[in-house]
C-alpha cells in the first residue's frame, strides 16, 4: 500500500511540473514572438524573454533527467 502512495503522490508532483514546464514554454513563445513583432525591442523586455527562455529549458532538461513524459 505503501508503494501505491508513493506513485499517486508522484504521479502528482509529476503532472504538476508538465504544467508548470508547458506555461514557462508558452510564456517565453509569447515573448520571443512580441520581441520579434517589435520594430524596437527595448532591454527590459528582451531580458525577460532571456529569463523565461532560460527558465522552460533548465525544467525541461530536469524533465528528461527525471524521465517525465508530457503523456501521462
Same mark, same amino acid.
Not at 524596437?40 to 517525465?68: Q, T, V
Given at each position: 500500500?505503501?508503494?501505491?502512495? @508513493?506513485?499517486?503522490? @508522484?504521479?502528482?508532483?509529476?503532472?504538476?511540473? &508538465?504544467?508548470?514546464?508547458?506555461? $514557462? @514554454? #508558452?510564456?517565453?513563445?509569447?515573448?520571443?514572438?512580441? =520581441?520579434? $513583432?517589435?520594430?524596437?525591442?527595448?532591454? #527590459?523586455?528582451? &531580458? #525577460?524573454?532571456?529569463?523565461? #527562455? &532560460? @527558465?522552460?529549458?533548465? $525544467?525541461? !532538461?530536469?524533465? !528528461? &533527467?527525471?524521465?517525465?513524459? =508530457? !503523456?501521462?
Amino acid at each position: 500500500m505503501g508503494l501505491f502512495n @508513493k506513485q499517486s503522490l @508522484k504521479d502528482k508532483y509529476d503532472k504538476k511540473f &508538465i504544467s508548470e514546464l508547458n506555461g $514557462l @514554454k #508558452e510564456k517565453w513563445q509569447y515573448r520571443k514572438n512580441l =520581441a520579434d $513583432l517589435s520594430a524596437y525591442p527595448n532591454f #527590459e523586455s528582451e &531580458i #525577460e524573454r532571456k529569463i523565461s #527562455e &532560460i @527558465k522552460y529549458f533548465y $525544467l525541461f !532538461k530536469e524533465a !528528461k &533527467i527525471r524521465k517525465i513524459t =508530457a !503523456k501521462q
